[in-house]
Structure formats: structure tokens, C-alpha cells
């Protein structure tokens, strides 16, 4: 048998607590927590960056669906990665409005 300590796990009570601290203070200002939490990451560089990503990916997808119409793929072939790149781009760029989205409602609730 191993001789080891149970240690505290401090870090995620630590996390929880701060967590627990803002959304309380969320809803004293009458605002979502989550949308408060969204507002805070948005706020941040990584978001920026985050952003850049996406962006830089849905410009990828267009050119795989060109590159299809370059190599002559069929039809059905190009309708089908057109949709699929149309969906993506779709799913990513409502994950950002939702994103961006939380400075308004954050915005409106605070003012």
C-alpha cells in the first residue's frame, strides 16, 4: 500500500467560491450569470484572439468548397460541402453574436 497523503482539493473550492461570488453579484444588478461571465471573457485578449480564430477558419471553409469547384467535383459533392460549410459558419458566428452579444444585455442591465 502507498503512503500518500489525501490532499484538499483547494484550487477548485477556490474556483467555486470566486465563481459563486459573481453570479451573486450578477444578480444583485438584476443580470443573467451568465451573461455577466460572457461579458467578463469578452472583455478579455484572448477573446480578440479567440475571434481571430474564427474568423480564420470560416474563410477556411469557403476555400475547401472552392477548392472542389477548382478539382470539378460533381455537383452533389459541392451542394453538400456548401452546406455543411454554410452550417459551420453559421454555428460559429452565432457563438460570437452571443459572445458580443452579452456587452449590450450587460450594458442595459448596468445602465
Given at each position: 500500500?502507498e503512503?500518500?497523503?489525501?490532499?484538499?482539493?483547494?484550487?477548485?473550492?477556490?474556483?467555486?467560491?470566486?465563481?459563486d461570488?459573481?453570479?451573486?453579484?450578477?444578480?444583485?444588478?438584476?443580470?443573467d450569470?451568465?451573461?455577466?461571465?460572457?461579458?467578463?471573457m469578452?472583455?478579455?485578449?484572448?477573446?480578440?484572439?479567440a475571434k481571430?480564430?474564427?474568423?480564420s477558419?470560416t474563410?477556411?471553409?469557403?476555400?475547401?468548397?472552392?477548392?472542389?469547384?477548382e478539382?470539378?467535383?460533381d455537383?452533389?459533392d459541392?451542394?453538400?460541402?456548401?452546406?455543411?460549410?454554410?452550417?459551420?459558419?453559421?454555428?460559429?458566428?452565432?457563438?460570437?453574436?452571443r459572445i458580443?452579444?452579452?456587452?449590450e444585455?450587460v450594458?442595459?442591465g448596468?445602465?
Amino acid at each position: 500500500m502507498e503512503d500518500s497523503a489525501t490532499r484538499p482539493d483547494f484550487i477548485n473550492t477556490i474556483r467555486q467560491a470566486r465563481a459563486d461570488v459573481e453570479d451573486e453579484r450578477a444578480k444583485s444588478k438584476g443580470l443573467d450569470p451568465e451573461d455577466a461571465a460572457l461579458y467578463e471573457m469578452s472583455q478579455t485578449r484572448g477573446w480578440e484572439i479567440a475571434k481571430r480564430i474564427i474568423s480564420s477558419l470560416t474563410s477556411e471553409l469557403d476555400e475547401i468548397v472552392n477548392k472542389a469547384i477548382e478539382k470539378g467535383a460533381d455537383f452533389r459533392d459541392i451542394g453538400i460541402l456548401t452546406m455543411i460549410a454554410k452550417e459551420t459558419k453559421d454555428k460559429l458566428e452565432s457563438f460570437v453574436f452571443r459572445i458580443d452579444g452579452s456587452r449590450e444585455i450587460v450594458k442595459q442591465g448596468e445602465g
